[in-house]
């Protein structure tokens, strides 16, 4: 029952390094990234292109570990080994790499691939206050001198406002998207949708809408017709599963969980919240919203998740950590004790890359499938 937008999806990934290249050759400039918080409207408005980084395999772990400690965050072992070993295409093709002040991992990891790549690091800060907002709107203010600086190009008031209108138009068929995943059955697997927002950090960002807008016309035929997956209704809420690292989701629809609403910088955390206005300050506010558990009192996060619980009519939630994250990891209590407050069903899932614990994975995961 794949989608043919899902199949589109694969054909244009499979096609994407080709095209990515091309348009190097054109002139321009690539910016690889490594989070949600790198605001892409700006490198789009310099005629640049962002590409997302993050590494989701374990073959580029090992390379890793040569040079960072083994109880570190796979995520970050992954990417750093990626570029180590220059196996990553997007990587290659990137003139310079976005870090960010998140989580103390990856900052620290970027102090070492400083010397594998051109890099620059915008400082996020941690608390949620004014004065750390301004702090951002400098940082987003930087990032603007920096890629007109790469690219040779003037970022106009007039590309800034045409970038700012296709981001959000991103925004909103994710948005419909959501909504038409509130149907019985659901329309769409997880899985699907998981490889959407994947390759939503890598596509070109006219073959995203593209995409997205064939899919949306097709799922509202499905819901007409009342189509789709039946199973228990999952929500996924913790680290990103950047491309490469499917496991949870497949393993919860191997065993008969539907996964209906992701929140992950691979769910709605890319999506949310529309960039309100024109200006810098406008697209850094947007940004700064994003609830990580990177943050000092990141009660959104929670408000979120009961909402989307609410919203999504789910019947229990995943959280997901992977190893070594501490930030989602201790956040995990709260959110766990929230969503037990109200009666909603909790299973916290810690894991890595590898196949390992796939087994254990899968007894844990279909046992709380048929306990909800
Ligand atoms: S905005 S979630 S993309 S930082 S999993 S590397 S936090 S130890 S990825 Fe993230 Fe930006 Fe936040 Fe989103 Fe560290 Fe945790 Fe690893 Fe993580």
Redesign the pocket.
């Known amino acids: 029952m794949k989608t043919q937008a899902i199949e589109k999806l694969m054909q244009k990934f499979a096609n994407r390094k080709e095209q990515l290249y091309k348009q190097k050759e054109e002139g321009r400039k690539v910016f690889g990234m490594?989070?949600?918080?790198v605001p892409i409207e700006i490198i789009l408005a310099g005629n640049a292109i962002p590409v997302g980084l993050?590494g989701g395999k374990n073959d580029t772990i090992p390379i890793a570990e040569e040079d960072l400690p083994r109880n570190?965050?796979?995520?970050?072992k992954s990417s750093y080994g990626f570029k180590k070993a220059k196996t990553c295409p997007y990587f290659e093709a990137s003139d310079i790499v976005i870090g960010?002040t998140?989580?103390?991992?990856?900052k620290k990891m970027f102090e070492l691939m400083e010397n594998l790549v051109p890099m620059h690091v915008m400082h996020l800060p941690h608390m949620k206050d004014n004065s750390s907002l301004e702090i951002w709107i400098k940082e987003v203010e930087k990032l603007k001198e920096l890629v007109e600086k790469e690219t040779g190009n003037k970022i106009t008031e007039e590309k800034l406002k045409e970038m700012v209108d296709k981001v959000n138009k991103i925004r909103e068929l994710f948005y419909k998207l959501y909504e038409l995943r509130r149907a019985k059955p659901a329309p769409i697997k997880g899985l699907d949708v998981l490889k959407l927002f994947q390759f939503a950090y890598l596509l070109d960002v006219d073959d995203t809408i593209e995409v997205l807008e064939d899919l949306i016309k097709e799922l509202e035929e499905r819901v007409k017709k009342g189509e789709g997956y039946e199973g228990k209704r999952i929500l996924i809420t913790g680290?990103?599963m950047v491309a490469g690292n499917n496991k949870i989701v497949e393993i919860i629809e191997e065993v008969g969980g539907i996964v209906v609403g992701e929140e992950?910088?691979t769910g709605t955390?890319f999506f949310e919240n529309y960039v309100e206005g024109y200006s810098i300050e406008d697209i850094a506010k947007r940004y700064f919203k994003?609830p990580?558990?990177?943050r000092f009192k990141n009660d959104e996060r929670i408000e979120n998740i009961k909402r989307l619980v609410k919203d999504l009519d789910v019947d229990g939630v995943v959280y997901y950590?992977?190893q070594?994250?501490?930030?989602?990891n201790v956040e995990g209590a709260k959110v766990e004790e929230a969503l037990k407050e109200e009666g909603i069903p909790v299973i916290r899932i810690e894991t890595d890359y590898s196949e390992s614990d796939k087994e254990q994975l899968k007894t844990r995961l279909e046992a709380f499938i048929e306990m909800i």
């Open positions: 490594f989070c949600a918080y993050c570190l965050c796979p995520l970050i960010e998140t989580c103390e991992g990856k680290c990103p992950s910088c955390r994003i990580c558990a990177c950590t992977l070594y994250c501490h930030t989602f």
